[in-house]
């Protein structure tokens, strides 16, 4: 079982609908990354958080640490945010106290004009 | 532009080739991590550099790769005697905070 999964693996939408990606984790964690991804591989981090909400344009990011689920938002979606949004986590460790990140297998997001 | 810069950005190469890859961190920036992502998946972790020196290996990374980072700045990662089952983006990332990560474009392998 992965210790990251999202959901949905992938999503059509029409421009201008309100999208939800979630990512849920096994075990406790220090922060959690959203992460974009376009074709040709470049990842940008797009938010970081450990707790509560981010916003950042039509973009938004909420945390439980409790229930150890994240979720992104993207409002009046439009056909540049295609693309793949990959949930990222700090896990307690692999040994030796590196603080590698671990993926989920990311969500590919398809909106259509 | 996040900074952090990877060359090549493309290589295909013969199986049992050698291969080089190189990664130039955003300055300053004391860690730098190299991942591996095979289509379809997210990104995998392969190893940790804080500055020069090497802190973790995953089982990922066989004994035929290696990765350098001789001077705390950038960093090589080496396969010998390359398989098809390398083929797979590469990726690096620095940081030089807490749990914050910048990503270089990646080089993207492809193994014949």
């Known amino acids: 079982k992965n210790e990251v999964e999202q959901s949905p693996q992938n999503l059509t939408a029409q421009e201008g609908e309100f999208i939800t990606i979630n990512c849920s984790y096994s075990v406790g964690i220090s922060a959690l990354h959203w992460l974009q991804q376009h074709p040709g591989g470049g990842i940008v981090s797009l938010f970081m958080l450990s707790s509560g909400k981010k916003k950042h344009g039509r973009l938004i990011a909420t945390i439980n640490i409790q229930e150890k689920h994240s979720s992104l938002h993207i409002t009046a979606s439009h056909p540049r945010d295609s693309a793949v949004y990959i949930c990222?986590?700090?896990?307690?460790?692999?040994?030796?106290?590196?603080?590698?990140?671990?993926f989920g297998k990311g969500t590919h997001l398809i909106i259509q004009p | 532009d996040t900074g952090v810069s990877q060359d090549p950005r493309h290589k295909i190469t013969k199986r049992g080739q050698n291969v080089t890859f190189r990664c130039d961190p955003i300055?300053?920036?004391?860690?730098l991590y190299w991942y591996r992502q095979t289509l379809g998946q997210g990104p995998e972790f392969l190893t940790y550099f804080q500055n020069e020196a090497q802190l973790e290996k995953s089982r990922l990374l066989s004994d035929r790769f290696s990765a350098e980072r001789p001077k705390g700045s950038f960093s090589t990662l080496e396969i010998q005697r390359t398989e098809q089952g390398d083929s797979a983006m590469y990726l690096c990332?620095?940081?030089?905070?807490?749990?914050?990560?910048?990503f270089g474009p990646g080089t993207r392998l492809t193994v014949l």
């Open positions: 300055s300053e920036h004391n860690r």
């Open positions: 990332a620095s940081s030089g905070g807490i749990n914050e990560q910048f």
């Open positions: 990222a986590v700090y896990l307690p460790q692999r040994g030796g106290g590196a603080d590698g990140l671990t």
